[in-house]
């Protein structure tokens, strides 16, 4: 298999350029490829499962434009459908039919979502979902996963630090003390740090936001009962469960987490896959809760570009594709089977500690010989020995989540080739890291 240069004199000028116009060069951080230790990748262009940089090299993709492209980037009926639409209108600014019938289909998959809201981004989601549950409550406080993450918002830039803390700490100069106040902070996967939080902040916590399936600390699974134990607690002190399925709706099935795991929300945050490639989120829940959004009830939220009509007609052409082929989650849950025993098996030939963590088509390759649980566990992940690994597979015309820390994503359009180019070159890039 060749090598590939990773940077050549066109993208160097670009980035070069951007710098001088953006911080960083990059329009959000993930993209300036700092934690590998490589430079960053322009793309041009993107079709199936693969993209091409501004070189015109030519990669097997793993971001899945992080988490979006389940059916591969630009289906051709998600692409007609928003052509269709472009040429009716790009943007009305009033309500349309279109967006009412999505909403409806979506309310139909998704366990706990009654009524939902179309905004936007996820973090826009995930904003107006706590605004509405301390609303509802008349509480303050918020309980998160330390290494869960819920997009920009002040009150979810907190992290625990080394251990849990009951008082969340910024993680971002510009969120203010009050706001970390009232973020209370617990260890994803443990009960007793749940019950010692709920302890510490006795009838304060509005809600508990969590990842079921956590995607920004790697792809790292609940522990059996861990999502039944959140909802029991949530129950026992009035507090809401509020499930963030930015990345697991639809992904992880039909209705997604909820649905995969039985568990029902009192709110679910839904965007990505939604969105069919544009931008699409939304929130939802029980109707009771929902109707104390404005204009029925007092919780005001609004976006000139809510339910975008490009991108709602996006959204229903994807949801045709996933009425049309039900059986493409149990295609993907085997293609991610062989993926994750091939580099399982990659890693065991080269010596290298590693395991693969998965969830339907969620996926991370831990550098790792413990399993990762929870942001605690992350400490053992070799972050050095990955970014040496991340440098040999871009090499080699394989592009994963530029860190160790991120979901790598699968989708339909990965098939054999695919396959066969990104077990080939973990082969030969583990292979080539230091004993």
């Known amino acids: 298999m060749s090598v590939v240069s990773t940077r050549g004199d066109a993208t160097q000028a670009l980035f070069e350029r951007a710098a001088r116009v953006t911080p960083g060069g990059v329009h959000s951080p993930v993209r300036a490829f700092r934690s590998v230790g490589a430079p960053p990748v322009a793309l041009t262009a993107a079709r199936g499962a693969r993209v091409w940089d501004a070189e015109g090299r ?28 472009l040429e009716r209108g790009s943007l009305f600014g009033l309500a349309s039919p279109a967006e009412v019938e999505l909403a409806e289909r979506v309310t139909a998959r998704v366990p706990g979502c009654d009524m939902l809201r179309f905004v936007v981004s996820g973090t826009e989601a995930a904003m107006s979902a706590l605004r509405l549950a301390r609303a509802a409550t008349g509480r303050r406080a918020v ?80 522990e059996p009962g861990f999502l039944e134990g959140l909802r029991a607690r949530c129950d026992a002190a009035g507090a809401l469960l509020v499930f963030d399925e930015v990345i697991t709706g639809f992904r992880l099935g039909p209705g997604g987490a909820a649905r995969r795991f039985g568990i029902r929300p009192d709110l679910v945050v839904l965007g990505k896959v939604l969105g069919g490639g544009l931008p699409l989120a939304a929130y939802g829940g029980r109707s009771d809760l929902m109707r104390q959004i404005a204009p029925q009830g007092p919780v005001y939220q609004a976006g000139t570009y809510a339910a975008h009509p490009l991108s709602i007609a996006a959204g ?80 080699r015309g394989v592009l994963l989540p530029p860190s160790p820390f991120e979901s790598a994503f699968l989708s339909t359009a990965h098939g054999e080739a695919e396959l066969e180019q990104t077990l080939a070159a973990a082969r030969a890039a583990l292979s080539e890291l230091p004993s």
């Open 143 to 222: 309980l998160k996963f330390d290494g869960c993450y819920h997009g920009h918002g002040d009150a979810f830039l907190i992290r625990a630090g080394s251990g849990a803390a009951t008082i969340g700490v910024p993680d971002s100069p510009g969120v203010t003390p009050g706001a970390a106040g009232d973020t209370h902070v617990a260890r994803f996967n443990d009960l007793a740090d749940v019950d010692r939080a709920f302890a510490e902040a006795p009838g304060e916590l509005a809600a508990v936001f969590v990842e079921p399936v956590a995607g920004n600390m790697g792809c790292v699974p609940p």
């Open 58 to 85: 030519e990669y097997v993709d793993w971001i899945g434009a992080w988490g979006p492209a389940l059916l591969g980037h630009n289906p051709p009926a998600v692409v007609a459908a928003v052509e269709r639409q």
């Open 316 to 395: 229903l052409a994807m949801m045709d594709a996933l009425d049309a082929d039900p059986g493409l989650w149990d295609r993907l849950e085997r293609t991610a089977q062989r993926l994750a025993a091939g580099l399982e098996a990659a890693a065991r030939d080269a010596g290298v500690p590693a395991r693969v963590q998965r969830v339907g088509s969620m996926w991370t390759l831990f550098l790792s010989a413990q399993p990762v649980r929870s942001w605690d566990d992350a400490g053992y992940v070799d972050r050095a020995r990955f970014a040496t690994f991340y440098r040999g597979m871009l090499s």
